[in-house]
């Protein structure tokens, strides 16, 4: 069975701090991976999808960049957090096909003062 | 633009009755419909999903009602659970990928 992994569960960080957020999934190949951000009550926000190794799309302009190394490692980075960047981030895996189910990991929460 | 909106921010139920949750779309090529159920602090859960090519999906105490002609599905939750208390979330695809969301709602099941 599939299983999909976020770490760290929780960060907190300063403003102008780096930021390194992990997602890997397991028992799956050539998945369509996706990085999520749910601002306090509120929806879900799509913020980077990755149909293959090294390909990368944004949905919105902000200060976070994704990258995807490898088949099932998916990677959201920001080189200056802003305090703006606090929420709880969700990566998401799907199987390619013409009506993707996606399924998420458990998020991580990152506070930044 | 909102193209999945759930009017509704909160709902409570009594357990043991029906939960509905609605959503409606303005997207018309939209072809793939999903609920799912979130806790605090985790993840969403994948509950059930509907082809527009059908107009009822049922799971277990899940169902799900699409109305196309109106561009509305429902989340029927038949009996309702004290655990069924989340915030749930339609969302909606065209021809795969790039799921988009409601905004949720909150359900509340008093026992």
């Known amino acids: 069975s599939q299983t999909i992994h976020q770490w760290p569960a929780t960060l907190v960080q300063p403003v102008g701090s780096p930021l390194s957020l992990e997602c890997t999934v397991e028992g799956t190949s050539n998945p369509n991976l996706y990085w999520y951000r749910q601002a306090a009550g509120r929806g879900l926000q799509l913020l980077f999808y990755s149909v293959g190794i090294g390909q990368i799309s944004s949905e919105v302009p902000q200060n976070l960049s994704a990258s995807r190394p490898q088949d099932r490692q998916f990677i959201l980075s920001s080189k200056k957090l802003l305090l703006s960047d606090s929420g709880f981030y969700l990566c998401a895996w799907g199987p390619k096909g013409p009506q993707e189910t996606q399924y998420f990991g458990p998020g991580t929460r990152l506070l930044v003062l | 633009d909102q193209q999945v909106k759930q009017n509704s921010p909160s709902l409570s139920v009594q357990e043991g009755r029906i939960s509905i949750l609605n959503c409606d779309y303005t997207?018309?090529?939209?072809?793939?419909f999903l609920w799912y159920k979130k806790y605090p602090a985790e993840g969403p859960t994948f509950l059930i999903s509907i082809s527009s090519i059908k107009d009822k999906n049922e799971d277990g105490r899940f169902t799900v009602f699409l109305n196309k002609s109106a561009k509305h599905l429902s989340l029927h939750i038949v009996p309702s659970q004290p655990g069924d208390s989340a915030v749930y979330f339609c969302?909606?695809?065209?021809?795969?990928?790039?799921?988009?969301f409601g905004a949720g709602t909150i359900l509340r099941v008093k026992s």
């Open positions: 969302a909606a695809s065209k021809h795969g990928n790039k799921l988009v």
């Open positions: 997207n018309s090529m939209f072809d793939y």
